[in-house]
């Protein structure tokens, strides 16, 4: 059964730092699946926050995060990450991880539609 869980949201003041953990079974990331975290705030869209390729060779970040939030890989644990530093208020979300084999054009990576597996999320809320 393949399957993504997510781990490490909580309440954190502005400017502190988060690592939210996205743990996959039944299936191998590398070499095999792209992995993007989305988020999405009450009464917004779902937004495409950063990617990573099956290789882990490429990254890719929302310009919303570009600079504050590192996205990253561990193979051994078939696990990936996503630090985040410097977080604002406008960063609250529930956060997704999710998984796709292949995209067509490495463009549309933020677009939700085409990815086959879905986390249930955790809550981050940014808060004084």
């Known amino acids: 059964q393949l399957q993504l869980v997510e781990s490490g949201g909580g309440l954190v003041q502005p400017g502190g730092s988060l690592r939210l953990s996205c743990a996959a079974s039944?299936?191998?990331?590398?070499?095999?699946?792209?992995i993007v975290w989305f988020r999405q705030a009450p009464g917004k869209e779902r937004e495409g926050v950063s990617y990573i390729s099956s290789t882990g060779l490429t990254t890719k970040y929302a310009d919303s995060v570009k600079g504050r939030f590192t996205i990253s890989r561990d193979d051994a644990k078939n696990t990936v990450y996503l630090q985040m530093n410097s977080l604002k208020p406008e960063d609250t979300a529930v956060y997704y991880c999710?998984?796709?084999?292949?995209?067509?054009?490495?463009?549309?990576?933020?677009?939700?539609?085409?990815?086959?597996?879905w986390g249930l999320g955790t809550q981050v809320t940014v808060s004084s």
């Open positions: 039944g299936f191998t990331l590398k070499y095999n699946y792209i």
């Open positions: 999710a998984a796709v084999r292949f995209i067509k054009d490495g463009s549309t990576w933020s677009a939700g539609g085409q990815y086959d597996y």
